[in-house]
């Protein structure tokens, strides 16, 4: 019966629709000035709300399993809204999460390259500061290789040598001379127990290197020099090659360091070390000189044969 309001109602509200636009359509009754859209609306109106009210009194009433089947219904709805609800938050709390921990990732790595880049900087500063005094060192120690003393021409002194040869020689620096207008050096040598003597004549040019320029010999001939051959730089670094002029030959010398030394019982602490190499005809000659300060040369030997060409400073008067 409930279906039959149901459609009245609904016929009623299409009437009353058609009546609202063509009065005259729906009211078949009475004269055309009676059938306006007041009408329609009272009688049709009218006849909708009466086909309502009987359709919601002839709807049947709910059975307890159909109340059951909408309970469940509406909390499976529930159910399903609250679990696409805890699903929506979990997911945001996971973003979140996410999020946060890329956010977390920034920073730590953020934080770490800057405390990498101070760490690489505080290593620097240290590496610096430690290269600084080292460097400063270096550059003092490479300024103070200086070699005045360690051929001491200008000093008066007098020593015995021997050679490898067991020969034996008397040295004598004799200071500063005047040589035919020219102020020298000179070094005297002779064997022990001969008169012959030969004078090597040295000078300091303005590097402090110490040069032959002459010699005299036996019979007081003097001998000059072209070029004066140098005898040892003023300056040398450790380690590193120079090169100087000998004749027409180039010689090559090297500051080795400083070692100790101990000849006929006695030690030469401290003794500069000095290796020179010279090409003469296709034959490499090298030596190696010990110099001790203020005193000059206390060993010096060939490489080629160190047994028989050692000369050794034994003794000295100064």
Do not use: H
């Given at each position: 019966m409930s279906i039959v309001f149901f459609l009245l109602a609904l016929l009623t509200i299409i009437a009353l629709i058609i009546g609202l636009i063509r009065p005259k359509t729906i009211i078949l009754w009475g004269t055309n000035e009676k059938k306006t859209r007041k009408r329609v609306l009272l009688y049709y109106g009218l006849a909708v709300l009466v086909f309502f009210v009987a359709f919601v009194a002839t709807v049947p009433a709910l059975s307890p399993e159909e109340k059951a089947a909408m309970a469940m219904e509406r909390e499976v709805v529930q159910t399903k809204k609250e679990t696409e609800n805890k699903e929506k938050a979990k997911k945001e709390a996971e973003d979140k999460d996410k999020k946060d921990a890329v956010e977390k990732a920034k920073v730590e790595e953020k934080t770490k390259k800057e405390s990498d880049a101070k760490v690489k900087a505080?290593?620097?500063?240290?590496?610096?500061?430690?290269?600084?005094?080292?460097?400063?060192?270096?550059?003092?120690?490479?300024?103070?290789?200086?070699?005045?003393?360690?051929?001491?021409?200008?000093?008066?002194?007098?020593?015995?040598?021997?050679?490898?040869?067991?020969?034996?020689?008397?040295?004598?620096?004799?200071?500063?001379?005047?040589?035919?207008?020219?102020?020298?050096?000179?070094?005297?040598?002779?064997?022990?127990?001969?008169?012959?003597?030969?004078?090597?004549?040295?000078?300091?040019?303005?590097?402090?290197?110490?040069?032959?320029?002459?010699?005299?010999?036996?019979?007081?001939?003097?001998?000059?020099?072209?070029?004066?051959?140098?005898?040892?730089?003023?300056?040398?670094?450790?380690?590193?090659?120079?090169?100087?002029?000998?004749?027409?030959?180039?010689?090559?010398?090297?500051?080795?360091?400083?070692?100790?030394?101990?000849?006929?019982?006695?030690?030469?602490?401290?003794?500069?070390?000095?290796?020179?190499?010279?090409?003469?005809?296709?034959?490499?000659?090298?030596?190696?000189?010990?110099?001790?300060?203020?005193l000059g040369i206390v060993k010096y030997e060939f490489a080629q044969d160190s047994s028989s060409t050692q000369e050794y400073y034994t003794d000295s008067k100064d």
């Amino acid at each position: 019966m409930s279906i039959v309001f149901f459609l009245l109602a609904l016929l009623t509200i299409i009437a009353l629709i058609i009546g609202l636009i063509r009065p005259k359509t729906i009211i078949l009754w009475g004269t055309n000035e009676k059938k306006t859209r007041k009408r329609v609306l009272l009688y049709y109106g009218l006849a909708v709300l009466v086909f309502f009210v009987a359709f919601v009194a002839t709807v049947p009433a709910l059975s307890p399993e159909e109340k059951a089947a909408m309970a469940m219904e509406r909390e499976v709805v529930q159910t399903k809204k609250e679990t696409e609800n805890k699903e929506k938050a979990k997911k945001e709390a996971e973003d979140k999460d996410k999020k946060d921990a890329v956010e977390k990732a920034k920073v730590e790595e953020k934080t770490k390259k800057e405390s990498d880049a101070k760490v690489k900087a505080d290593e620097k500063a240290m590496k610096d500061a430690d290269a600084k005094p080292k460097a400063e060192a270096d550059a003092k120690a490479e300024a103070d290789t200086g070699t005045k003393g360690y051929y001491p021409v200008e000093k008066i002194l007098e020593m015995t040598t021997t050679d490898g040869k067991g020969g034996n020689w008397i040295k004598k620096n004799l200071g500063k001379k005047t040589i035919e207008g020219k102020d020298v050096f000179a070094i005297s040598s002779k064997p022990k127990n001969s008169s012959d003597v030969t004078t090597s004549l040295y000078i300091y040019n303005e590097n402090n290197d110490v040069q032959l320029v002459g010699k005299i010999n036996s019979k007081e001939e003097v001998k000059w020099e072209k070029e004066p051959k140098v005898i040892l730089l003023g300056k040398m670094v450790p380690n590193k090659e120079y090169t100087v002029k000998d004749d027409i030959f180039e010689k090559k010398m090297v500051l080795k360091g400083f070692e100790s030394v101990e000849l006929s019982g006695r030690k030469f602490e401290n003794c500069m070390v000095v290796e020179t190499s010279q090409t003469i005809n296709k034959s490499i000659i090298k030596t190696k000189a010990y110099y001790y300060k203020d005193l000059g040369i206390v060993k010096y030997e060939f490489a080629q044969d160190s047994s028989s060409t050692q000369e050794y400073y034994t003794d000295s008067k100064d």
